[in-house]
Each structure stands twice: as structure tokens, then as C-alpha cells.
């Protein structure tokens, strides 16, 4: 079994079209997005109509609550400056569409052979705002996974890949589709962008169980001319990652 990761899409539909692209020459089985589809980016609709042509199983991330609930952003910990953006891309979303994100599930359960138990979440199995990365501390991650019986837990939200070992279990993390970080979050430093996608392969062959991190370049000039046609609140800001004015 094949099962690709993607996550914190937020949009960016462009580097999502050359994620897909690759997990269709990788033949995998099934596809679970970790959260944060739409806010962000240009083209929400084209996200979520991909999302559901390939039948992804898709589990709520925070500015997927904060999408559902603009007027609760701050609960969701979505920064002041990127608000506008989040009512522009609800408003840019159909009643359908709406309903499409809340049915996604909180945490997806998957049960490879040899008793392998996967947990799939995008902050942590209790909140979509925690974040997990390789230097968060043994006794914060014993909080956040207590009482789970899976050994392999994967999510998303940091907008860093990351293979983690902890004890007896596996931390992955996919990275972002739409925003890989070149450095890991910190309060007050605004990120900074690399020029590609990331994404994640697990696969069970035999006993061997594999993840494979998957970095996939996408077409920035296509995404910035959609960023310009689209009216984005937040336009100044993908220009400037990408170096365009």
C-alpha cells in the first residue's frame, strides 16, 4: 500500500497541479491531505475540486476552521495581517464548497499490515494549532500523544518535512505544498519560502514500512500571474518571496 501526504496547501493551486502531477507517476493508492487547503492563494475552488476528483481523505486544519469561522480567527492563531485574505477566500468559495470543508475529519486512522498503526492529523491528535517539529520537547510530545496506540503518527501545520524518531514511535511531517518554509517558525520572524513543493510517500512493502519526502518544483511564474489576476489582499506578499514586483 502506497498512501501519498500532502498538506498547508493555502491555494496554491499551481504547485498543487505539479504535487499530483508526480503522485500520479508514483502510482499511489490513496491520498490524504493533512489540512489547510484553501486560505492564502489564488485559486481555493481549484484546490478543493481536485481535492475531491481524486477522492482525498482530508482531515481539518487551522485556517480550515478559521475559513468556517472567519470571526474566530484569532482562536485558530491566524495572524492579524492575513485576515483580509481569509474572507476573500471565502468568499471566493461555493455554499458546496463550504460544506465540502466541514466534513473533513479531525484525525484519519490508517492500519497497515504486521500491526502498523498510522495516525494522521495536521497539528498535533488534539489541536490543530500545536506544532510538532524535530526540537520539540519529549514531554510536550507525551502530552500530545497520550493514549493513542498508533506507533506511526504523520501531520502537517509546520511547513517543515521531518522524519522523527521518539522512543518506540515515528514522527513524519510532509511539508507544505503551497508554502515550504525554508526555516522553521518562530514568533516574530515572518517566514520565507522555497521555490518548490513538498509531499510524502509511506508504503508498506512486505516488512518494511518507508517514507519517502518528496520535493517537486512548480511553475512560480504561473503562480504569480494567477496571484495578480486573482485581486489577493495578500498579493505584495507572494511577490515578494518570489522575488517579483
Sequence with gaps: MRIGFISDIHGNFTALEAVLEDARKQNIDQLICLGD??????????????????KAVTIMGNHDQAILEPERAADFEITEHLIPDLY???????AEDLKFIESFESTHTIRFEHGIELLAFHGSPKSTTHLIQAITPQELLDVYFE??????????????????????????NSGSVGNAFKFAFTPGNPPSLLPWAEYAIVEQDGEFLRSDMR????????????????????????YKQYHYK
Design 37 to 54: 487547503t484553501v486560505s492564502l492563494g489564488p485559486e481555493p475552488r481549484l484546490v478543493l475540486d481536485a481535492l475531491r476528483e481524486w
Design 88 to 94: 476573500w477566500g471565502r468568499d471566493h468559495l461555493r
Design 147 to 172: 493514549k493513542q496506540t498508533a506507533t506511526v503518527f504523520i501531520g502537517g501545520h509546520s511547513h517543515i518535512q521531518m522524519h522523527r524518531r521518539s522512543g518506540e514511535i515515528l514522527l513524519l
Design 215 to 238: 520535493r517537486v518544483y512548480f511553475d512560480i511564474p504561473k503562480l504569480i500571474e494567477r496571484v495578480k489576476q486573482s485581486g489577493l489582499p495578500g498579493a505584495e506578499w507572494w
